[in-house]
């Protein structure tokens, strides 16, 4: 099992940034992927960000936060974080940190991103 807590959400102006954290309660080398989703109200959860926690960790990103975000894994301390840049009114939302470990989905409590225009 894997326990995720994320941290950093809340509430800036169009155009300015955030740092999104995700700590995992195991070595991240040891879960497949580990990954960003977001649910706006009264819409589906999407995928942001994914990124390989073994060897070679490749990314993956949705079309509308390319560019503007970026996904990266500090190994030390067993953490994935998400920097959001140039941020849009349309990416407020909740975001959700996502490990897949064992062919398991597990998920973070979700931390809210409000961006005003």
């Known amino acids: 099992q894997v326990q995720l807590v994320e941290s950093g959400g809340g509430l800036v102006q169009a155009g300015g940034s955030l740092r999104l954290s995700c700590a995992a309660s195991k070595n991240i080398n040891s879960i497949t992927y580990m990954g960003w989703f977001r649910q706006a109200p009264g819409k589906q959860r999407d995928l942001v960000a994914t990124?390989?926690?073994?060897?070679?960790?490749?990314?993956n990103y949705a079309e509308s936060v390319k560019g503007r975000f970026t996904i990266s894994r500090d190994n030390a301390k067993d953490t994935v974080i998400l920097q959001m840049n140039s941020l849009k009114p349309e990416d407020t939302a909740v975001y959700y940190c996502?490990?897949?470990?064992?062919?398991?989905?597990?998920w973070g409590q979700g931390t809210q991103v409000t961006v005003s225009s």
């Open positions: 996502n490990a897949n470990y064992w062919y398991q989905n597990y």
């Open positions: 990124i390989g926690t073994g060897t070679g960790g490749s990314t």
